[in-house]
């Protein structure tokens, strides 16, 4: 539960909330004056990152834009799809069962492939859908665009923007339209046994020239590539362990399982729009993801087991089901000298899902290894519910000033459990060396809980002067506060009475707070930029920006005080408390909750067009500082991963995008981008270790200079698209993106025995035909079919064998092999 708590806090918590880059879509239509003058069919995209309407190219921040119209022909299916051609930015494709973290300028000190899934990437990037700040990783169907807004974002956005912010904008009902689109996708991944398809539609009714309905539906069926060909037959009955050599042994122990890891997921929503005057406009809006996902998007070939790629060695399967609701109502209202905007969310999401936890308890040495079919598993339940409130004035009136003044608030409670269930072996130690353990009939050995509730506002607001025709000065603040009550809990059934019963999700949300992890903080951030339109054509830009993360508490009990005759469990240590035998066994940090984080963005770049539009050339250099980064850590008893502040860490380099339109149809886009991310300060007991043989508890410290994980120092892409205009007024479209990837640290500074992930380049390439009414797409991504490790969990060093047991935690999480398939879509109406 410990790890589990920590992953969901850090990434929902700061929900309350290059240079430009501009992908796919948004580099080639950056600006009105590009489209005109080149002809293109392809829209200008206007955006309200900034909560007014305005084109990328006249907006002095770092925002990019990708259009539905490209999300479509693109097949983009989700933000690792769709942000793999944005400099700067990097998602960790693990997979729907962990969870994909979104790295924003090297802003990431956890080492990458651990914690065991969210609801989304969360870290140092908010997402939100419509206006409602939500943590999802959404199916990208029937969007009007998904803006990305690079650097810190705390003035407008709030918590959680230290690296940027990320926005999902559907469609809104269309008082002009009514038109039914349906579509499909058929695939097949090279190392899967069956293909798998995404099938849905779009629909919009206009009831009047006032109300309008519009609802979307998608069924996903996603076969999987990774087989489980390590799973036992019965946990704690089967042994875990056969001979390999003997295919006898290992068929009467092991029922492999073939694309163990595909998903099944419902999504959709249902929205109404009223707008009965000329100044009056409301929608109301229902969203839905449900997604039950059967395992990890792994490779154990790292493992001491004869594991090969796409193919696990864990013991049990490990399905989860994810459920996001979210109930928002945005309304605008045009007050005449002002735009007034109210948007209120009501979310909720649930998860249940299972683990193997059979490695962990092994590598602890506290004499599970000591029963040869040992299997252990978990059962986790978690549920997060919040209200969110933003109301906003928006300046309209013709002024050298313009400003933005708002209100927000938001009140979200976090709830879950863990069950660990370790079969048979209270049994076989009671007959074997009398320990006298309880023999419960679930099989129950450890049970713990969370509950945090959180409590946050803000005023934030920004002043813009116009001080000439071409220079313009704008200054932001938000003054916020927040409050964090936190309690947990954790029981050994196998210590308790044979009746023992776990609490529900009810139970735990009665328990009493515990004082000693409240939390509360209250701050001030600021922004300030000055942009001068050097002529038409060319706009530079300053930028010093601030962002911050709430902190929140590692969901452990406090340590008992240190007896040198017990063995501590797992718990967390208070600062100052010893844990040791010798005097300078002291607590360095206080393992039970961590503080907030904030950074600092400098930034200096530039927006160029030539050649009447047909070129643009978009750069920038930045530096961010760092200050209390939360970084990954874990407690001194028993190694339970938690979240502790480090000193100060930074981030600086460059961005460059640019797009090309060669011909009326040929255009090419690229982008490259160079980041240096490193600690700024020593950091004790940072990077767990391990004393081998055995696992012995180890820590090594993080030094200033180390260079932060998570992240490549280079990244580039490039894009092309030729069309051809058909007799029949069609249009034939060639598509080849490239991307390519720095290597990557998986631990900082490379220490604690990491690894490091190689550079490679993925080609993904596409012919559409494009008929209007309807269109289909012939599409192979990964086209050389690259093995390409995305993260690792735990180092080499647990490569180990323990009384018969291997441990297996040693595995790499990978990106999908050569995917070939088709799409399809037909639109009745207009």
């Known amino acids: 539960m410990a790890a589990k708590t920590r992953a969901t806090l850090r990434s929902r918590l700061a929900c309350s909330i290059s240079v430009l880059a501009l992908p796919l879509a948004g580099m080639a239509v950056a600006g009105t004056a590009q489209a005109q003058s080149t002809g293109t069919s392809q829209d200008v995209i206007v955006v309200t990152a900034t909560r007014r309407s305005e084109t990328v190219q006249d907006v002095p921040l770092n925002i990019a834009a990708i259009g539905g119209s490209q999300i479509e022909e693109q097949g ?30 090297g802003l990431n000190a956890d080492p990458i492939g651990s914690g065991d899934g969210d609801n989304s990437g969360g870290g140092t990037v908010a997402t939100y859908l419509g206006e409602i700040p939500l943590f999802i990783d959404l199916k990208m169907n029937d969007l009007e665009r998904v803006e990305v807004l690079l650097g810190p974002q705390g003035t407008l956005y709030g918590a959680g923007t230290l690296g940027g912010a990320i926005r999902y904008l559907p469609n809104r009902p269309d008082f002009d339209s009514n038109m039914l689109q349906v579509r499909s996708s058929f695939y097949q991944y090279s190392e899967a046994n069956s293909p798998s398809a995404d099938i849905g539609f779009t629909f919009n009714h206009a009831v009047s020239d006032t109300f309008a309905i519009r609802g979307s539906l998608d069924v996903l069926h996603d076969s999987g590539f990774t087989d489980y060909n390590y799973r036992v037959r019965e946990p704690g009955v089967s042994n875990p362990n056969p001979d390999f050599n003997d295919p006898a042994d290992v068929a009467a122990n092991l029922a492999p399982v073939a694309d163990a890891d595909g998903e099944e997921a419902l999504s959709g929503r249902i929205a109404a729009r009223w707008a009965p005057t000329d100044w009056l406009d409301a929608t109301a809006t229902y969203y839905f993801q449900n997604q039950d996902i059967e395992g990890r ?20 399967l490990e399905p989860i089901e994810r459920n996001n609701e979210l109930l928002a109502l945005e309304l605008t209202a045009d007050l005449g000298f002002a735009e007034l905007t109210s948007a209120t969310g009501f979310g909720r999401y649930s998860e249940d899902g299972q683990r193997d936890q059979t490695d962990l308890l092994i590598s602890l040495e506290y004499s599970y290894e000591s029963f040869p079919n040992f299997t252990a598993f978990t059962h986790e339940l978690g549920e997060d519910e919040f209200f969110n409130q933003e109301l906003r004035l928006v300046s309209t009136y013709e002024s050298q000033f313009n400003w933005i003044v708002g209100y927000y608030y938001n009140k979200a409670e976090f709830v879950g459990s863990s069950q660990e269930f370790t079969p048979n072996y209270s049994e076989y130690v009671n007959d074997n060396f009398g320990f006298g353990l309880t023999e419960n009939p679930t099989d129950l050995e450890y049970f713990s809980t969370g509950n945090t509730q959180l409590t946050e506002s803000a005023l934030f607001g920004e002043l813009g002067w116009d001080i000439t025709d071409r220079l313009s000065v704008t200054v932001g603040g938000r003054y916020y506060e927040y409050e964090l009550e936190s309690v947990s809990t954790v029981d050994f059934p196998l210590f308790e009475a044979p009746t023992y019963t776990p609490l529900t999700i009810d139970e735990i949300r009665d328990l009493a707070f515990d004082p000693a992890l409240a939390q509360s903080d209250d701050g001030f951030l600021y922004k300030f930029n000055i942009a001068y339109d050097v002529s038409d054509e060319i706009l530079a830009y300053f930028t010093v920006s601030e962002g911050y993360r709430i902190g929140a508490s590692n969901g452990l009990g406090t340590c008992a005080a240190y007896d040198p005759a017990a063995t501590q469990g797992a718990c967390a240590l208070a600062p100052g408390q010893q844990y040791g035998p010798n005097a300078g ?3 360095q940090f206080d393992e039970r909750q961590y503080g907030p984080d904030q950074t600092t963005n400098y930034e200096l770049g530039a927006k160029t067009t030539w050649a009447d539009g047909a070129i643009v050339l978009n750069g920038a250099i930045f530096l961010v500082e760092w200050t209390d980064p939360q970084v990954s850590s874990a407690t001194v008893n028993a190694n339970i991963p938690i979240t502790v502040n480090a000193a100060g860490a930074e981030s600086k380099g460059f961005e460059l995008q640019g797009s090309w339109q060669v011909a009326h149809n040929f255009e090419l886009r690229g982008t490259y981008s160079f980041t240096q991310s490193e600690l700024t300060a020593d950091v004790p007991f940072l990077i767990r270790t391990i004393n081998t043989p055995g696992f012995g508890s180890a820590f090594e410290d993080g030094q200033s200079g180390d260079r932060l994980p998570g992240s490549p120092e280079t990244q580039a892409s490039v894009f092309g698209r030729y069309s051809v205009d058909m007799a029949s007024g069609a249009q034939l479209n060639y598509n080849l993106g490239i991307s390519y990837q720095g290597d990557i640290l998986t631990r900082t500074g490379g220490r604690g025995s990491s690894s490091t992930l190689d550079s490679y380049f993925v080609a993904n390439g596409s012919i559409n035909y494009d ?57 009745f109406g207009d």
């Open 585 to 587: 066994d002291i607590a």
């Open 297 to 316: 998007q792994i490779s154990s070939r790292r493992s001491p087991v004869p594991a090969s790629a796409y193919e696990s060695a864990l013991r049990v």
């Open 771 to 827: 008929a209007g009414d309807w269109g289909a797409t012939l599409f192979i991504n990964n086209i050389g079919n690259e093995y390409i490790e995305t993260g690792i969990r735990s180092t080499a060093l647990s490569n180990q064998t323990i009384n018969g047991h291997s441990v297996r935690s040693h595995y790499a999480n990978v990106a999908p092999p050569r995917t070939i398939g088709v799409r399809f879509y037909y639109q």
């Open 76 to 105: 983009f299916e989700d933000l690792a799809d769709a942000l793999a051609y944005v400099p700067g930015i990097n998602i960790v494709d693990r997979g729907g069962r962990q969870g994909n973290p979104i790295i924003v300028r």
